[in-house]
């Protein structure tokens, strides 16, 4: 049985740092890619950032790079998303989710992801 959880979201004041967790369960992990994706209210969803983990190859949307960075800890089976420099723009729940990969990591997300966990709200105060 599929399970992702995605934890430590919170409120933090603009240009602070926040690193969710996405642990997953009961799949092979160094399969699988796992995506983040967020959704701020009004908004559709987005696709924020992914790690296909079998060889570490990474996507950024263009609204995080170089502030967001995706790690893989294959031994705990568990994807991290540090967030730096936040800005209140980057309000919103923020999901986890995993699937086999396809192609790359943008085709991945893009194709659609088939497992997701419960989000993690995180806040950026002005």
């Known amino acids: 049985d599929v399970q992702l959880q995605a934890s430590g979201g919170g409120l933090v004041q603009a240009g602070g740092s926040l690193r969710l967790s996405c642990a997953a369960f009961?799949?092979?992990?160094?399969?699988?890619?796992i995506g983040w994706f967020r959704q701020a209210p009004g908004k559709e969803r987005e696709g924020v950032s992914c790690i296909i983990n079998s060889d570490g190859s990474t996507y950024y949307t263009d609204s995080v790079k170089g502030r967001f960075t995706i790690s893989s800890d294959n031994a705990k089976n568990t994807v991290y998303l540090q967030m730096n420099g936040l800005k209140p723009e980057d309000t919103a729940v923020y999901y986890c989710?995993?699937?086999?990969?396809?192609?790359?990591?943008?085709?991945?997300?893009?194709?659609?992801?088939?497992?997701w966990g419960k989000g993690t709200q995180v806040t950026v105060s002005s």
């Open positions: 009961g799949f092979t992990f160094d399969d699988y890619a």
């Open positions: 989710a995993a699937d086999y990969p396809r192609g790359s990591p943008i085709m991945t997300m893009v194709y659609g992801m088939d497992y």
